[in-house]
């Protein structure tokens, strides 16, 4: 039994998914020709409360286009330090955009307005760039799964109207976080200008993120996303696993939540742990005993067959998903609690 825990990006469709994924309705997608992705597309725009929506083939791409249709080169956004589009998407904000990041340090990668208002430049003094957007992540990946609260993201969408600012949020765990805190994605729609979600991690489809804007907004990612090479064809089979997977893997998260929380009740016994972030959602976040080495740590899950990642600054992931399954969660957390270090 190979047991991976990586990321939630690991899973691989299932015989149910693979079905509908066949049934599919294809055409040329940058004719607009494919009937599942145009499906797919009406039914986010729906779910969001927004006007149109957008099949990306990754959520950075999704995410890119988005910071390109809000800022001019030479601006400034504003985000969280830890965060993946100034982090993890390969300088994509300097490359594509030709914006600076304003980072401020959050908690588990959530700012407050508050902080945002104290980073923000206009452009009244020519030293400043002048900041024109604001992009936030729920849940938040570095800051291990960690989810806003409703009021702080009021309070941002209300500085921003007032500062005249646009707002993204990078949802590519959002659906862990509506489950967690038992919201509607129109009360998301709502607050923001655009907002990226992921099919390929806790939703377990192959491929995928949707952006969800106005339709103006839509109509001009339609042009980026095919500039920066990501307008596809017979896109309809994966948007045929995506549409399976909103109606199918939603609600399936707590699971997956449930879960991590064991995990982290486990890990935090354990004498070669220091600390635990708490788990809010799917992924759970800890460093060693500084007496424990890093290597050895990592080798002796391996040879239990559990694969882990490591995140850099002592720090460590574990991401429960859909192919995790209850047998498999049994054997880790004990032998999480039987592991000698
Ligand atoms: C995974 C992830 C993305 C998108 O990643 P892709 O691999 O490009 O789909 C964006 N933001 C966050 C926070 C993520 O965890």
Redesign the pocket.
């Given at each position: 039994m190979e047991i991976n825990l990586i990321s939630d990006t690991v899973t691989k469709p299932t015989p149910e998914m693979l079905s509908q994924m066949m049934k599919a309705r294809v055409g040329d997608d940058v004719y607009k020709l494919d009937g599942s992705t145009n499906e797919l597309e009406a039914a986010v725009a729906d779910l969001f409360g927004m006007e149109a929506a957008l099949f990306f083939p990754?959520?950075?791409m999704a995410?890119q286009v988005a910071i390109k249709l809000h800022t001019q080169p030479g601006e400034q956004l504003i985000c969280d330090a830890s965060s993946?589009i100034c982090n993890y998407e390969s300088g994509g904000p300097a490359f594509h955009s030709g914006v600076s990041c304003a980072t401020i340090v959050g908690d588990r990668g959530r700012i407050t307005a508050e902080q945002i208002k104290s980073v923000y430049t206009d452009c009244s003094n020519i030293h400043y760039p002048e900041t024109t957007l604001v992009s936030l992540?729920n849940t938040t990946?570095k800051g291990g799964g960690a989810c806003y609260d409703m009021k702080e993201l009021v309070k941002i969408k209300e500085l921003c109207d007032s500062l005249e600012l646009k707002l993204h949020l990078?949802g590519?765990?959002l659906w862990n976080a509506l489950v967690a805190k038992q919201l509607h994605p129109k009360q998301f729609g709502e607050l923001f200008d655009t907002i990226s979600v992921?099919f390929?991690?806790g939703l377990g489809a192959p491929i995928g993120?949707v952006l969800v804007g106005s339709k103006k907004d839509i109509t001009k990612a339609i042009r980026l996303r095919k500039l920066m090479g990501g307008g596809m064809r017979q896109t309809g089979y994966f948007a045929a696993a995506a549409l399976y997977a909103l109606k199918s893997n939603v609600s399936r998260l707590q699971r997956d939540h449930y879960r991590a929380k064991q995990i982290e009740l486990i890990l935090a016994k354990q004498s070669w742990i220091k600390e635990v972030l708490p788990v809010q959602t799917n992924i759970v976040v800890f460093s060693l005993h500084d007496r424990v080495g890093p290597a050895l740590f990592l080798e002796k899950l391996k040879q239990k067959n559990i694969s882990i990642s490591e995140m850099g600054s002592g720090l460590f992931r574990i991401v429960t998903h859909l192919d995790y399954r209850e047998v498999m969660h049994e054997y880790v957390i004990e032998s999480l609690s039987n592991l000698e270090l």
């Open positions: 990754s959520g950075t995410n993946h992540e990946n990078d590519a765990r992921c390929s991690k993120s």
